[in-house]
Nanobody, 119 residues
Framework: QVQLVESGGGLVQPGGSLRLSCAAS????????MGWYRQAPGKQRELVGL???????SYADSVKGRFTVSRDDDQNTVYLEMNSLKPEDTAVYFC?????????????WGQGTQVTVSS
């Protein structure tokens, strides 16, 4: 089992920056991809950015050039650096990890952290 704990959310003005962190614990040796999703009120959860097993990154079009996902394997932590924030970035942000358990693919989620972009 894998546990994910996020931190770093909060209120920020438009154009500002925030950095989210997600620390993984438990069976971390099974993890091969980590990243972030978000869910705004009344909307479906969507991918924000993913750090893949091949150590490449992929992003939603809406955040390309503004958000950066990075991973520190020594600290078992994934980060989301968010710049030039817009009101439409307001959402609950969830840390995500994908790993293997036997022949099964496991998906793990953090509890979520609120990001509010407002003046």
């Amino acid at each position: 089992q894998v546990q994910l704990v996020e931190s770093g959310g909060g209120l920020v003005q438009p154009g500002g920056s925030l950095r989210l962190s997600c620390a993984a614990s438990g069976s971390i040796f099974s993890i091969y991809a980590m990243g972030w999703y978000r869910q705004a009120p009344g909307k479906q959860r969507e991918l924000v950015g993913l750090f893949t097993a091949s150590r490449t990154t992929s992003y939603a079009d809406s955040v390309k050039g503004r958000f950066t996902v990075s991973r520190d394997d020594d600290q078992n932590t994934v980060y989301l650096e968010m710049n030039s924030l817009k009101p439409e970035d307001t959402a609950v942000y969830f840390c995500y990890a994908e790993g293997k358990k036997g022949f099964s693919t496991m998906n793990y989620w953090g509890q979520g952290t609120q990001v509010t972009v407002s003046s």
